[in-house]
């Protein structure tokens, strides 16, 4: 297989460049993953699944992608948006917020939480976070957990990191019994973020934090371990027993799973570029003494809500369970038509999450199954990169990814397809492996739903045929199998009820 020639943002060098896999046709991506603390929101989801696009475009067109996303559940503070953050975990925070939802009877149906068990709180969160993911159709998530490490299985890596950079002179112990990282030691701290040694010295304009400074070599240096035998998720380690600090976990769990000092591609939030991002860099490049930890570094834009930023008191604030349960639209939203909205733009674009976008997406989506159920077989030939429209699709996604680009070379096709049917369910399959929007959620099975688009068929085949008493019936035992049913211009759409 020759790969076409592939050019991604970097954000390390701020330059397209053309990817070049350290071991092809193995890639070797990690994806900063989730806090576990609260359900993910449609934000969160929105840097999840742009992870997700990257590597179904990356197996389309012949890379083996050996994918890590981690689960953050220890060390993990609220103020996250400076250097060595202070506040509180955000798994003892999420306890407080339980405890006081229990009191005030805010707690939802079938929640019911030890405040003061984290690892509870953990578990109960990764768990919807993967039922989500899995129902957005994110690949990773069908491979949890070999693939999806929780930080709180890797502190021995962690410890031992930190004795390596206190080893190489590259961390120290403070008075304050903390184990900082000195970041006077690596002279390439602040490339990523702009946030050079020199800028984060004066006056530092709130991007370190200002406590523990007495103590520290630089304002900039941030924590590896901290000793806190208050703290309700603690190790015993040589630096008493507490915790680790929440960048150190990634630099551990990409270096234990993907099994190398360097890796090619390193996704997140734009939020994450620094300092988390950036400290990052700088653990594993001294733990290990290479000259890059991930060769690309990719971060997804934030969602905007209605033309604000999400928050909760604005009242615009979504999981994915908000949406497809129906809080934006007031009706239920199938898991694909949510998919697409986060997708649909590049990813380094500003993406607007609306009502109109989201009733606009699910009219792609019903478009595209009409047209693939119109076409009148099952039978898909196998269809090459080098078909024309296949072509133009994946020439889209190698411009960066242009998610945009790529759908409309896929509407483009669908007007005059101009090839037999099997040949155009080819296409639409390869469209689909990075799409995952065609076919009704993996939710279920594979099984049941091979079944429900084949009875959907049927009844849109008897409505056609004005056998209403057969479409009636199909209507009637889809109903009862747990699926809204709708009539729209396009055909039969049935969606599966949440409980
Ligand atoms: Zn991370």
């Known amino acids: 297989m020759q790969p ?15 990817f070049a896999p350290v071991d092809p046709p193995r890639v070797y991506m990690y994806n900063c993953g989730p806090t576990v603390y609260d359900y993910a929101h449609i934000g969160n989801f929105k840097a999840f699944l742009f992870a997700d696009v990257l590597r179904r475009f990356l197996e389309l067109v012949g890379y083996d992608v050996l994918q890590v996303m981690n689960l953050t559940d220890v060390g993990h503070m609220t103020e996250d948006d400076v250097a060595d953050g202070g506040g509180q975990d955000k798994m003892e925070a999420a306890g407080e917020r339980l405890a006081q939802d229990k009191k005030s009877g805010k707690l939802p149906d079938g929640v019911d939480l030890d405040p003061n068990d984290p690892y509870q709180i953990a578990q ?13 159709g994110v690949k990773v998530a069908e491979e949890y957990p070999a693939r999806m490490p929780r930080a709180t299985d890797y502190v021995p890596g962690m410890q031992a ?16 019994g903390v184990v900082y990282f000195s970041v006077a030691s690596f002279p390439g701290y602040g490339k990523l973020s702009g946030n050079t040694l020199d800028k984060l010295r004066g006056g530092a304009g709130g991007r370190v934090n200002d406590a523990h400074q007495s103590v520290k070599r630089h304002p900039g240096d941030f924590l590896l371990w901290k000793p806190d035998g208050s703290h309700l998720m603690k ?14 976990e990634c630099s551990v769990m990409a270096r234990e799973l993907l099994g190398r000092d360097v890796i090619d591609i390193h996704t997140g939030g734009e939020d994450n570029i620094f300092p988390h991002h950036e400290c990052e860099i700088a653990q594993s490049r001294c733990a290990h003494g290479t000259d890059s930890f991930a060769n690309v570094w990719m971060h997804a834009r934030h969602l905007m809500v209605e033309g604000e930023k999400m928050s909760k008191s604005k009242g615009n604030f979504y999981t994915v369970r908000d949406v497809i349960g129906g809080k934006v639209t007031g009706n239920t939203v199938d898991p694909a038509v949510l998919r697409l909205e986060l997708i649909k733009a590049q990813y380094r674009s500003n993406l607007n999450f609306t009502r109109k976008g989201l009733e606009d997406s699910a009219s792609a989506v019903r478009k595209l199954r009409a047209f693939a159920g119109s076409l009148g077989t099952n039978e898909a030939a196998a269809v090459g990169l080098d078909h024309p ?12 990814l242009n998610t945009a680009g790529a759908l409309g070379e896929v509407f483009g096709y669908l007007i005059d397809p101009d090839d037999d049917p099997a040949v155009t369910r080819g296409v639409l399959a390869r469209f689909d492996a990075v799409l995952g929007v065609l076919e009704p959620s993996q939710e279920g099975g594979q099984g049941d739903h091979g079944r429900i688009s084949e009875r959907v068929a049927a009844l849109d085949a008897a409505r056609a045929a004005k056998d209403f008493a057969t479409s009636d019936a199909i209507r009637a035992e889809l109903e009862a199998a747990g699926y809204d049913v709708k009539t729209t211009k396009d055909g039969t759409v049935a969606t599966r009820r949440l409980a």
Do not use: C
């Open 4 to 18: 076409p020639e592939i050019r991604f943002y970097n954000a390390l060098t701020k330059r397209l460049e053309p």
């Open 161 to 176: 990191m930190t004795q390596t950079l206190i080893d190489k002179g590259h961390a120290y112990v403070a008075e304050d």
């Open 389 to 400: 429209a296949v072509a133009r699709f994946v020439d889209a996604l190698a411009d960066d």
């Open 235 to 248: 190790w015993d380690s040589p630096w008493g027993a507490g915790y680790p600090g929440w960048h150190l």
């Open 124 to 136: 109960f969160y990764i768990d919807a976070f993967i039922a989500d993911a899995k129902l957005l």
